[in-house]
């Protein structure tokens, strides 16, 4: 963003309350999972709120293992939509992604986590009631723990059974079931 008064200078230095006066959904965000990447092609992006409203999945990025993986842009991209929410929060990430998958809690059958084992990333699995799971590789968890704590924390408080498992977390018929879902 630009100083409209210089266009050629940028707002470095933007005072944050300028952003007081936008308007707001007033989304709590309880607990934040940062920087997953789905594992279809083109591979996506996505960060993922547990808030007081439901699950909310931002899908944002469309990369290629070439010109994507190759070139470090998921480091960048998921970089750029952090700084997105630290700054203008969750309101700002949602109108940024491409899609945005939202969970009523009630909706929800069950969150489950996987450590990823000794050779995979962790990974986060979203089972709704009826209707296709989602799954997203984890790139940036330093506490496999804390995550599982707070996540299920957020799970009790709504009801949502969450679920721990240890491995890559890859089930070849739940893989092949999505796609015969009507």
């Keep these: 963003m630009t100083d409209p008064a210089d266009p050629g200078e ?6 944050p309350d300028e952003f007081e006066d936008l308007p707001t959904s007033d989304i ?3 607990c934040h ?14 960060e993922v709120f547990f808030a007081n409203d439901g699950l ?3 899908e944002y990025g469309y990369l290629t293992p ?14 750029a939509m952090e700084r997105i929410y630290e700054v203008h929060g969750i309101d700002e990430v949602l109108l940024q992604a491409d899609a945005v998958h939202w969970y009523g809690y009630g909706a929800l059958d069950r969150v489950v986590l ?19 799971s ?46 015969f879902l009507d």
């Excluded at 999972?33 to 996506?44: D, Q």
């Design 56 to 58: 909310h999945v931002a």
């Design 33 to 46: 999972v940062h920087f997953g990447m789905t594992g279809s092609f083109p591979l996506r992006l996505a």
């Design 114 to 132: 996987h450590d990823g084992g000794q050779l995979g990333r962790p990974r986060l699995a979203v089972h709704p009631a009826t209707g296709a």
């Design 10 to 15: 940028p707002l470095a230095d933007a005072d």
């Design 134 to 179: 989602h799954a997203y590789r984890l790139h940036e968890v330093d506490d496999f723990d804390a995550l599982c704590e707070a996540v299920a924390t957020c799970g009790d408080r709504h009801g949502v059974a969450v679920e721990r498992g240890r491995g890559l977390g890859f089930s070849p018929r739940e893989s092949v079931e999505r796609f």
């Design 66 to 79: 070439l010109f994507g993986l190759g070139m470090r842009k998921h480091r960048r991209e998921a970089g």
């Design 28 to 30: 709590e965000v309880e």
